[in-house]
């Protein structure tokens, strides 16, 4: 007879693993079951020259709580995001070089209604619940729309509106012609406000940490021990019935009391669920792509735009490069841009051959910030959507007529089977902090179960 776990947890990345270590802690039988052959799923850290550079996930913001203590228990130090000096702003074809706020400038840039309009999108967010959007008593009506069918009803100035647009294909790495509003205002609800999202000091941009992002998920499945963990196990079936669940790898069957599925919603519908998937559920994961994102990283053998007064920040609607950053690492010693192509351009873009994208990139900063931007030591890049079990990043999000009618699938469990996952989080949608959260939540869901189970 093979071992009656009490809980199978599918997916290693941080939220899968930090549910298991909350499982193992309070003295669970668990196995986590892992598709890839290494742990951290999103986030994925690479070493060159005795340094670490993150291809996924990589910022810790100044409300990322659970992170943190995460990070202090496995003693992982953070540093602060470089943002000295003058950023890039190049939209609908104009490029000015800038210090402070975007909306300061009142040069070349129709502006108008930037603030209200953010303060308004900030405004109608806080009015969701963060647990449940779809309950709202307006969010079928803003789930009918799209965001930029939003912005073009509620933005005078053309360029505000175009900022705006640009912050969706950042943030959430999908257009705003295919992004339902009401799923906006819910990621923005989770993360707290628009300039949270947006910002450096005390937002999601505040901090990095050295050694990369993947050591967090490493030192987690170090805590779980060997046995409780299994990688190169794709879970392809999961069935279950009144008094367990069975689950299916490739080479083996598990089971299990409660199983948790911590893999993005549209992968969740991947595998085959007997008794099948309720409607909404199975719509929900039918109807919640992924958003495309290609991460890349140019390291430098000098900083030559620190040299020039340059923070290497920029935004862009022309691309192929829509935001960088300055990527050098803690001690100065390693020097690099870390820059991203977002929404379709990702999709057209990895169609492109590799020496295509990466002179592009060069040629855009180059174009910010002068020819030596033209002379890498490495140019280092990761389509995420080529990832099979990512299938895109940073995050599942929905078009219109979804979140409004099935929002409550995302969390709800059926039957034995619980949902976790950043897609899941009440706070920090589509961010290593919503997906630890989500662990967190998924696990008390369970052990309140085995409680009662017990009564
Ligand atoms: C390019 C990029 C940049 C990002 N930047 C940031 C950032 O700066 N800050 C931040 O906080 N967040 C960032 N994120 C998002 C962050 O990385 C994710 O939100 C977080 O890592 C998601 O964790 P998760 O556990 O929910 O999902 P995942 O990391 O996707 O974990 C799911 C795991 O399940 C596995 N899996 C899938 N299917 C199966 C199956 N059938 N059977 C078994 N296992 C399966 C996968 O291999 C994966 O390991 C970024 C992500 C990317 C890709």
Redesign the pocket.
Known sequence: MTTLYDVIV???????LNAAYEFKKSGLNVLV????DR?????ESIKVDEYWFD?????M?GT?KYLKQLCDELGVKSFPQYDEGKHVLEINGKKVYYSGNISTLNKGYDLEGLNETIQKIDELASELNPEAPHAHQKSREYDHLTVSEWLDRNTKGIDAKSIINWFCRVCVAAEPSEVSFLYFLHFIRTAGSYSLLADIHGG?QQDRLIGGSQQISEGLAKKLGSSSFALN???RAISQDANQCSVRTDLTTYRAKYVVV???PT?AGR?DYKPPMPAKRDELTQRMPMGS?I?TIVIYDEPFWRKEGYSAEAISDQGPIFICYDDSSHDDKKTAIVGFIAASAAKDWAEKSPEERKQAVLECYARWWGPKALKPRYFLEKS?KEEE??RG???GYTSPGILGQCGEALRKPVGRIHWA??ETASAWV??????LE?GFRVSKEIKQRLTNSKL
């Open positions: 599918v997916g290693g990345g941080l939220a899968g079951l892992e598709a890839r742990f951290g799923g999103r986030t291809l996924g996930g990589q910022w913001g990322h999601a196990s794709p879970v911590a893999i993005p992968l595998i994102v991460k995420w079990y990512s990043c940073y995050v996952g950043t589509g961010y290593m902090e919503g997906a989500s």
